[in-house]
């Protein structure tokens, strides 16, 4: 049985894949999904659209600032979702591919792949237990391989570029000033889709908590720089958007009960506020009356596979592996608690800013438009 607000958290029409489908569609490329009306409308017939990214400026942190609350009243585009889970492994495989982690398989940062010696942080390339560096490869990308939006639309006969902050992606920028120059070298040679990517305010509000100053700073600097960017380039249409927000966390340790802990087969995965649980054979049963008596106030413990066929994760044809990845039960936060396990990887606890849950704070988006 799926718990009503799990339910009633399926947006599959809303979201950031259908977004990318938005964008896929006004440049006549090949589309997966539905697209979101009124911002197909605004694209229509544009030469140039810059996608500006910044990571975790969810909607609700964008009103925590007066320049936010400002950017919203004046170009507010449309209100979106994230997907599910909300969180930048998921959600901007899904924005760059138009396709729902069912579908690309991204379904979080570590994802268990036995093969390789356990759940793999996918974006860093590392094992999670103790960071081993699996090598330039990315190993994620040879099981879930990726056709991204600068594929599909120059198939389609436009020049597009995807542009990220050094060393992602081997990137051409490491701040605003940088990316700043990337968004103009890339106009000078002419019409197109640009795609900008930028790692705050997740990464501050991570660290110092969302409702920390620091963190409206990153907010502000951000929407400044779209402002700088939007005058030098009028005939340039830039979508603002976030993967996904945060909320403060705390912190729950499974291997703080034992029995329960025991019955595990395989270490925690996925993410915090939305955790694959692999049960040994036989145990379920008595795995889920315990994990209710422990954790039943935190978390939803959810049959993977009932969550994935009810469409948490998206629609469409699943990545052949999607289910493995979700284990045997899905536990998703209730409120503000991350589940751990402290005797397995680094200490999430220093983190007090976190995502990937079910709440409005992750996954409510502000699409903002300028030059509209």
Known sequence: MIPEPLINAIDNQNSLANL??????????????????EVTAVLKNRKRVCAVLFDGMGEALLKETAKGRKAMENHTLAHIQSVNPATTAAATISFLTGRFPRETGWLGWSIDLPEYGGPVDVFPNRLS???????????????????????????AGFRTRLAFPDPIEKGSYTDLKGMGKTLDEFYEGGDGFLYLYYEQPDSSAHHYGPKDRRVKRQIDKALSFVEKAARKHPDVLFLVLADHGLLEVGYRDIAAYPALH?????????????????????????????FEDYFGDA?????SKELFDRGYFGEGEPHPRALSFLGDYIAIAKGHDLLIDS???????????????????????CLLAYNR
């Open 299 to 303: 978390f939803y413990l959810v049959d």
């Open 262 to 290: 025991s019955l595990l087969r395989r270490p925690l995965s996925l993410e915090g506020r939305t955790r694959a649980l692999y049960v040994q054979e036989g145990k379920k049963e008595e795995f889920a009356k315990l």
């Open 343 to 365: 005797t397995f990887g680094p200490d999430l606890r220093v983190l007090k800013g976190h995502h990937a849950g079910n709440s409005k704070e992750e996954k409510e988006i």
């Open 20 to 37: 990318a489908n938005s964008i896929l569609l006004a440049f006549g490329a090949k589309t997966f999904h539905n697209d979101i009306k």
């Open 129 to 155: 237990k103790d960071g081993t560096y699996l090598g330039e490869k990315s190993i994620m990308r040879e099981v879930a391989p990726l056709v991204t939006l600068d594929q599909l639309l120059a198939k």
